[in-house]
Structure formats: structure tokens, C-alpha cells
């Protein structure tokens, strides 16, 4: 199944999916749900942005009632951008910690994708808000693995522009 959102072409999963570059062109199949066997699929970990996630990693304080949920997005996120071979150098992920929440944001240069982690795991959430670029993009959704798998589609299509 097909949408359109801002312009591009985005996949809904499924167990067995063809995943596009927004235009049209697939790169690789992934078979099987990412999501629920993470261990089942070989990704090899590009250095290039390790330290990004792993600077977020440690960023996040312990013992909140969101932490671990936050720590285990920061290894969504690395594995997806892994997944979909970004082989370019990303932004810094910036962290607000809040007492009752953890918001994260990642800023590119015609887009910004913000994470929301909560203690209550029904308010968690993500956006992108983006330029003209972008078609001026304002849109907010659920935090789930279609959300991690959509936002590493999109950094892998437009997050190397300037």
C-alpha cells in the first residue's frame, strides 16, 4: 500500500515490503516485521553516525519513568537509519529533559523531526515541520515503528540537502 505524504512516496509495512526512495527507485526488500525481530535482519552499523546515537544514549538520565522508552527510540532510530543505509553525516540529536517527559529534535536543513517521549505512553508522539522545500510540512503523528521507519525514509531522502 502506497501514500503520498509531502511529496513523496511512503511504503505502509507489511511483512514483506519494497522500499522506495520517494521517487520511485527500491534499494532493498526487507522481509519479515523490524519491529517485533530486530535480531532476525543484518544491518552493518555505518561509524559515521555512531557517536550521534550514542551521545543521545548517554544524554538521557536514569531513572525516569520514560528512560528506558527513550533509550530503546535513540536504538530504533540508529537501527532504522542503519536499515535504510544513510551514509551520510547527521546533525546532532538535541534533548529536552522534562519532569514528566523527554523531547527530542533533529534539526536538518529544510526539515525538523521532533520526538515526544512521555510518562504516560499514549501522549508519545513525533513531527516534522519543514520549508517550502518541503512543501511546508506541519504534520504530527503516533510514535510507533511505522513512525521510526517513515522518519528514517525521510532523513535518508532529504536530509543530505542544504
Avoid at 501514500?3 to 511512503?10: C, L, V
Avoid at 553516525?49 to 536514569?62: G, H, M, Q, V
Wanted: proline share 3%; aromatic share 12%; net charge negative.
Amino acid at each position: 500500500m502506497t501514500q503520498t505524504h509531502w511529496g513523496f512516496q511512503h511504503i505502509m509495512p507489511y511483512p514483506t515490503q519494497m522500499i522506495t526512495d520517494g521517487i520511485g527507485h527500491s534499494n532493498f526488500n526487507i522481509q519479515g516485521s523490524a519491529g517485533c525481530n530486530r535480531d532476525s535482519f543484518y544491518s552493518q552499523r555505518s561509524s559515521i553516525n555512531a557517536s550521534i546515537f550514542n551521545e543521545a544514549r548517554d544524554t538521557i538520565p536514569n531513572g525516569r519513568k520514560c528512560s528506558r522508552r527513550a533509550r530503546d527510540l535513540i536504538d530504533d532510530l540508529d537501527f532504522y537509519i542503519n536499515l535504510y543505509d544513510v551514509r551520510f553525516n547527521l546533525p546532532k540529536i538535541l534533548i529536552d529533559v522534562c519532569p514528566d517527559e523527554i523531547y527530542f529534535e533533529w534539526i536538518f536543513a529544510h526539515f525538523r523531526i521532533g520526538l515526544l517521549i512521555h510518562n504516560d505512553e499514549n501522549s508519545d508522539a513525533w513531527f516534522i515541520v519543514g520549508d517550502t522545500v518541503m512543501n511546508d510540512v506541519d504534520e504530527k503523528y503516533k510514535l510507533d515503528i511505522e513512525g521510526m521507519m517513515r522518519i528514517a525514509n525521510i532523513v535518508r531522502t532529504y536530509g543530505n540537502e542544504s
